[in-house]
């Protein structure tokens, strides 16, 4: 049971490594390395066929045993108004309006000609003074926690960004595109509220577009940028909608 923090509040939920998925991987490839061993080098009449295969067995299992290990003590906590991060012996704290960006990754995976599959998800956070967390597989509920994090941080970093661009700062939403109250800007060029075109998720990437011709004025990969959500916000609020049309009936 962990214990509320007086600066932190208190727990809403905790996040370990998930060590079933450490360990399971281990073993199975342990085993591999130990059956195409057997059935190769120590099959070798000759004094080296013995020692390589202990040398080659020994080196497998200790770098196994190394990745276990080191994620094996991986946990974040999520309390009221933080979470702490912990990679080794120490957890390290963070406050909600501490983290200034998130980008995420979701991939649908399939093995052995789709018979296995399996969803892989990351989290890339970036605090204010530039400290990056990743959070993906290796925790325990990885979607549940990257949705918790992300309402968390997004509740108190959207109002922040709101009043950072009403002060006449452009945002950033990824390494080259900013948004300000004017229009977006990209390595240079600009595109006024008043010709933007509306926009696109399809295929994995995020597509801008510009009138009069709707061409399309950006693109980026999805994981390639920051605060989506936000971002998806904020364009459609300046999405352009046809006039309703009102039909009068003439007076008799």
Do not use: C
């Not at 490594?17 to 057997?38: E, H, K, W, Y």
């Not at 070798?44 to 994620?71: N, S």
């Amino acid at each position: 049971m962990i214990e509320a923090d007086p600066v932190f509040g208190k727990v809403i939920a905790n996040y370990p490594s998930d060590r079933t998925r450490l360990v399971v991987p281990a073993v199975l490839l342990s085993g591999v390395a130990s059956v195409i061993l057997n059935v190769t080098l120590a099959a070798v009449e000759a004094w080296w066929g013995p020692v390589l295969t202990v040398i080659i067995m020994a080196a497998v299992v200790l770098a196994l045993g190394w990745r276990v290990l080191h994620f094996w003590n991986r946990e974040v906590v999520l309390y009221e108004e933080g979470f702490s991060f912990r990679e080794g012996a120490r957890p390290i704290f963070f406050l909600y309006h501490e983290v200034l960006s998130i980008r995420q990754q979701a991939q649908r995976l399939a093995y052995f000609g789709g018979l296995v599959r399996r969803s892989s998800y990351k989290f890339t956070l970036t605090t204010l003074r530039g400290e990056i967390m990743i959070l993906d597989n290796v925790y325990v509920r990885i979607e549940e926690l990257g949705a918790q994090v992300e309402k968390k941080v997004y509740a108190v970093l959207e109002p922040y960004l709101k009043e950072e661009m009403a002060k006449g700062d452009k945002i950033p939403f990824s390494n080259t595109l900013r948004l300000s109250t004017s229009g977006l800007e990209e390595k240079g060029r600009e595109l006024k509220w008043e010709e933007f075109d509306g926009y696109k998720i399809s295929g994995g990437q995020l597509s801008i577009f510009a009138q009069p011709d709707t061409a399309t004025w950006f693109s980026i990969p999805l994981p390639d940028t920051d605060n989506l959500p936000i971002l998806v916000r904020w364009l459609k609020q300046h999405e352009h909608t046809p006039p309703t049309m009102i039909t009068v009936d003439p007076k008799t």
